[in-house]
């Protein structure tokens, strides 16, 4: 069975940090580009950040750059999403996305069911 499972959100406060995870099954995740979408209540699904599959590049949004890194460890076929110095802005549900062609690309073949990460005070 193909799945693709997000873990780690949960309740912050702003300053905190959490790790999310996203673990395939049914499929390798070293083949695929990795991305983190997050939404909130009243605004479009945003891309926050990507690691390309060759690992060569990552890319992160203005509003996350120098919080969140993104890495993975393909043994265990698993990408990691460390976010650091919360905001209340961060506030969202977040999605991570297998992309078998590129980061950011319009195709995406398997999508997280989505992690609720809430920051307040």
């Known amino acids: 069975q193909v799945q693709l499972v997000e873990s780690g959100g949960g309740l912050v406060q702003p300053g905190g940090s959490l790790r999310l995870s996203c673990a395939a099954s049914?499929?390798?995740?070293?083949?695929?580009?990795i991305a983190w979408f997050r939404q909130a209540p009243g605004k479009e699904r945003e891309g926050i950040s990507c690691?390309?599959?060759?690992?060569?590049?990552?890319y992160y949004a203005n509003s996350v750059k120098g919080r969140f890194t993104i890495s993975r460890d393909n043994a265990k076929n698993t990408v990691y999403l460390q976010m650091n110095s919360l905001k209340p802005e961060d506030t969202a549900v977040y999605y991570c996305?297998?992309?078998?062609?590129?980061?950011?690309?319009?195709?995406?073949?398997?999508w997280g069911q989505g992690t609720q990460v809430t920051v307040s005070s």
């Open positions: 049914g499929f390798t995740l070293g083949d695929y580009a």
């Open positions: 996305a297998a992309q078998s062609t590129y980061c950011y690309s319009t195709k995406v073949d398997y």
């Open positions: 690691i390309s599959k060759s690992d060569r590049n990552t």
